[in-house]
Structure formats: structure tokens, C-alpha cells
């Protein structure tokens, strides 16, 4: 059919057979198919009746980029804090101490992840006697704001005293919308974090922290004198931002510019220009334009000065102020792989904490308040334990080489222990043998 997509209908169809499509096959009837008939041949030629949502999401957990990630970067590294931290193994979540080698100091993981709650969150299933019916507010309503850590050792991250009472808390919960707080941004994370590692510190001395973030726009935000070749100006001086300086990094084409101190700043101040730039990197772009219109070509690397600066390592691999923050204080930071929200335990603690919150009927929004701190204080630590092993199944899995339902179904044989066993494995190997 050559009607855009949503735009086939019953009727639209029924009146392409009668008047176009059976005429044009020489069929002739003694009268036309009605619109009952055309709806059901629809059916028989695959078209569905769908329920159409505001949103789509496109999984990109298997694209070249996010598996290069996964496998080169985010897995060794968890592997190698792993061999340092305290497991709770088996069904009985028995802890498990690291054997540490001189001078080595216990790593603790620290997962961290932000949810909303609203006013008119829902049950989607009901029991109902025949003939009842709930009738649902259109909008959500209000909503609260939350960003949280969660820890194997501790469950939530909190601090407590000598008698088990909660002192303090790396918890942040916020109330935005119109007359309300403002909307959670880079500044508020910051702080949290930076209240987070005061609280790590005095709940475990002498132990590092391994912050856990997944990669959203406010945990790469760059500091105000980031380097950003976009945003600079062919020539020197004017308007543009001044940038701190660097170094030009080793994988610079010209031998002799490698390690060298590169100022991007002339001495009376004023900010250079990227022609002068690419040139002390020892590039020759007097013939090259400054910046692509619209914008740069897919996978072009060197077809303007803009591009190519953007592409030289100094420039591609600055560290975020989330990450300067926690590594300037001593402790270690690293961001999951886009999409594997299975590999942070933190979703799967939200998820226990909107189930319960839905049970409970919440008149008001002071009530909603207090429903949603007692349901994220009512999870249990043991819980939150076997949300994080399931991460670290997971993790186990793709190491093996396993993705998609084949580790789904490896993490889902295991019974409480951090990692996918040989059995699992041998399992998959065969169920694989005899389909092939």
C-alpha cells in the first residue's frame, strides 16, 4: 500500500479494493466488499491494531560501539576493584572478605541512580468483580525527585552511629515543578556527591569508594573551561571562550609536538584561535575551511579545523567534574555501558520501591510524600544484596561471552552466587549443539 504508516484503514482499504484494486484485476461483484471484509483481509495480510504510545525506545545494547565499551573498558576495570571487594555469597549471602596484598585497600562499589515518584502512579493490574472499573486520572500529577546511592555493604548508603541509628544519609530528594524546587541539574549532583564521599569516609576509613554511574548528559558535563573546538574561532582573540591549557597528547602525528605544553592562551591573555592551535600541534590547515555548514560529514575526522582539533586525544578524553570531584578526593569513579541497566542494582531497587508504592492509596501529596520515603526505607539490606549479585551475574556473563537471552538465562540458572558457573554454561553449549 502506499499510505504513510498510521494511515491505513479499514475504510481506506475497502474503498482501494472496490474502486482501484479489483477493478484492475478484471474482478467484477454483484455488490462491494464492505468495510467488515476489508478489516478482516487487513488481519490476514499481517496489519494489527496497536496501542500507540507518546514514546519509543531504541536499544542500541548491542551496537558496535557500546559492546567495544563494555568488553575493552567497563569489565576489566570492574574485574580488577572486584578481586578487592567483600562478597555475600551462596543463598545465605555469606560475606566473603577479599584477600588483599600489602598495601592494597578494600574497594567498595557504590551504585547510584536517580528515579521519580508521582502522585498518580498506578497499579497496572487490578482484581475486580464483573462489571467495576477504576477510572485513572489522565495526568500523573505531582512528582518527587530522587537520587540515591545503594552499597553491598550497607544497603542504602547511610551513615550510622554505635547503636545502629542512622545519623546521616547520601540520599537527595527534591520536590520540582511550579512553586516547587528547582529541577535536579549538574550543581545539586556535585554537592550530593561530594556529601556522599564525607559520608563514605567517616562510615569506612581507609577504604576506597567506587562511584557507579550510568552515562547521562549531567554525568559528563564538562567544567566551564572544558576544551571544546566547536566553540572556537578560526583567529585569535575576540569573542570566544577561553580554555584551559594542555598537553598535546603522544598519539599526535607530528613526533617532535608529542608532551609538549600547549597554551591556549596568547600572553597578554586573549584566547587563541585553531588555526594557531592545529598549527603548534604541527598540522598544516591553510588551506583547510574552519567549520562544516551545516554540520560535519559521519565518520569524517579531518574535514575542517573544528573537526580535526575535536579529534585529537586532549580534547576527546577530558574528564567530567563528577569524575574530577571523586578522583581529586581519592577514590574511584567509572560509568556503566549505555542501555545495561542490568548492570546497575539500583534499578532493580527502584523497581521494588514503585511496586510497593503503588499498593498504597495516596489521597494527597503530603501523603505521597511519606509514602514514598517509607517504601525506599523499607527495603531490605539482604534484598538490595541480591539486586547487586544479579548485576554482578550479569557482568560474569558478558565476560564469558554470553549476550542477549543466552545471558538473561545464564544469570537466571544461578542461585545467589556472583558469578555464572560452568554448569550454566555447559547448559547453553548444549542446548546450542542440539539446535544446530
Not at 486520572?137 to 546511592?149: A, D, L, P
Request: aromatic residues 8%; glycine residues 6%; positive net charge.
Amino acid at each position: 500500500m502506499l499510505q504513510e504508516v498510521g494511515q491505513v484503514t479499514p475504510q481506506r482499504f475497502q474503498h482501494a479494493l472496490n474502486e482501484m484494486i479489483l477493478p484492475a484485476l478484471s474482478i467484477v461483484l454483484a455488490r462491494p466488499l464492505c468495510e467488515q471484509t476489508a478489516r478482516r483481509w487487513l488481519l490476514k495480510l499481517g496489519w494489527q491494531q496497536m496501542r500507540l504510545r507518546k514514546g519509543v525506545y531504541m536499544d542500541g545494547h548491542e551496537r558496535d560501539d557500546v559492546k567495544k565499551y563494555r568488553r575493552e573498558v567497563f569489565l576489566p576495570a570492574m574485574a580488577a576493584f572486584e578481586r578487592c571487594m567483600v562478597h555475600f555469597e551462596g543463598p545465605e549471602l555469606l560475606c566473603v572478605d577479599p584477600q588483599l596484598a600489602p598495601g592494597e585497600r578494600k574497594v567498595i562499589a557504590i551504585f547510584h541512580d536517580e528515579c521519580c515518584f508521582h502522585r498518580n502512579d498506578y497499579r497496572t493490574h487490578a482484581y475486580l468483580l464483573p462489571g467495576q472499573q477504576i477510572l485513572q486520572r489522565k495526568g500523573r500529577g505531582r512528582i518527587i525527585h530522587v537520587s540515591g546511592f545503594i552499597n553491598v555493604e550497607d544497603g542504602r548508603f547511610v551513615l550510622r552511629d554505635e547503636s545502629g541509628n542512622i545519623v546521616a544519609e547520601a540520599r537527595e530528594i527534591i520536590y520540582p515543578g511550579a512553586n516547587g524546587d528547582a529541577w535536579w541539574n549538574t550543581e545539586q549532583l556535585l554537592k550530593q556527591v561530594k556529601r556522599a564521599i564525607e559520608i563514605f569516609e567517616a562510615a569506612h576509613p581507609d577504604c576506597i569508594a567506587l562511584f557507579i554511574f550510568d552515562q547521562s548528559s549531567a554525568h559528563a558535563s564538562l567544567p566551564p573551561d572544558a576544551l571544546k573546538a566547536f566553540e572556537m574561532n578560526k583567529s585569535n582573540g575576540g569573542k570566544q571562550r577561553k580554555q584551559h591549557d594542555t598537553v598535546i597528547p603522544n598519539t599526535n602525528p607530528t613526533v617532535e609536538h608529542r608532551g609538549k605544553p600547549q597554551k591556549m592562551c596568547l600572553p597578554n591573555g586573549q584566547p587563541k584561535g585553531l588555526q594557531q592551535v592545529l598549527e603548534e600541534h604541527g598540522f598544516n590547515v591553510r588551506k583547510l575551511q574552519v567549520k562544516c555548514s551545516p554540520i560535519c560529514p559521519w565518520e569524517n575526522e579531518d574535514c575542517c579545523m573544528a573537526r580535526l582539533l575535536s579529534k585529537q586525544d586532549d580534547f576527546t578524553n577530558q574528564p567530567s567534574m563528577l569524575e574530577t570531584l571523586i578522583k581529586d578526593a581519592g577514590h574511584e569513579c567509572i560509568f556503566l555501558p549505555k542501555f545495561h541497566c542490568e548492570l546497575n542494582p539500583i534499578e532493580m531497587y527502584w523497581g521494588w520501591c514503585k511496586y510497593h508504592y503503588h499498593e498504597v492509596k495516596k489521597s494527597t501529596f503530603e501523603e505521597m510524600k511519606q509514602c514514598a520515603v517509607q517504601q525506599l526505607d523499607a527495603c531490605p539490606t539482604e534484598v538490595i544484596r541480591r539486586f547487586i549479585n544479579r548485576s554482578w551475574q550479569f557482568m560474569s556473563a558478558y565476560r564469558m561471552g554470553l549476550t542477549g537471552k543466552a545471558a538473561e538465562w545464564a544469570v537466571k540458572k544461578q542461585k545467589g552466587h556472583r558469578q555464572v558457573s560452568r554448569s550454566a554454561m555447559m547448559s547453553i553449549e548444549a542446548v546450542l549443539d542440539t539446535a544446530s
